[in-house]
């Protein structure tokens, strides 16, 4: 039966397990810190400096890193980049939308973006934390999995 998870072989070996610390801590490090800025600006900040990181210690070759540990950095930035405009967007739009109707005096349509968007925000902290948690376990088994957007580009820069 085909499997969505496959184990990675890269050449020479067998995965290091300081590089699936370091990537396990990164995903659950990444799920914590974007859990609470959720729908908060402060979320862009951490995807610049996991971008500056990225092109000036791996992209540029300053550090030499395995492809396992490449290949999952970016799947980290792009999954959760992907979470955090799925998120970040509807609110901001919905918010937008609340203030519209708050400078035409529609009191009852406040209410339910109100709701709607802290409905939203709780939402996308359990679904940052689970991912975070969810490829943690994959990168500490050394495991790739196969995710529908998200692996196809990272196949492509990595």
């Not at 490090?29 to 971008?51: C, H, N, P, R, Y």
């Not at 799947?75 to 980049?81: D, R």
């Not at 209410?111 to 376990?137: D, H, K, N």
């Amino acid at each position: 039966m085909p499997t969505n998870v496959r184990p990675f072989r890269p050449k020479g070996g067998d995965v290091s397990p300081q590089d699936r610390l370091i990537i396990a801590a990164l995903y659950l490090l990444l799920g914590w810190l974007l859990q609470g800025a959720a729908t908060g600006e402060a979320g862009l900040m951490v995807f610049i400096a996991l971008g500056i990181i990225y092109w000036v210690f791996i992209h540029r070759g300053a550090l030499r890193v395995s492809y396992f540990f490449r290949f999952h950095f970016l799947q980290a930035t792009l999954l959760f980049l992907l979470l955090f405009f799925a998120l970040f967007l509807p609110v901001k739009i919905l918010q937008l939308l609340g203030h519209a109707a708050s400078i035409v005096n529609l009191g009852v349509v406040l209410e339910p973006v109100a709701f709607i968007t802290g409905l939203i925000s709780l939402v996308g902290r359990y679904i940052m934390l689970g991912a975070g948690i969810s490829q943690a376990i994959f990168a500490l088994l050394g495991k790739t999995p196969r995710l529908p957007v998200v692996t196809a580009n990272v196949h492509y820069w990595v």
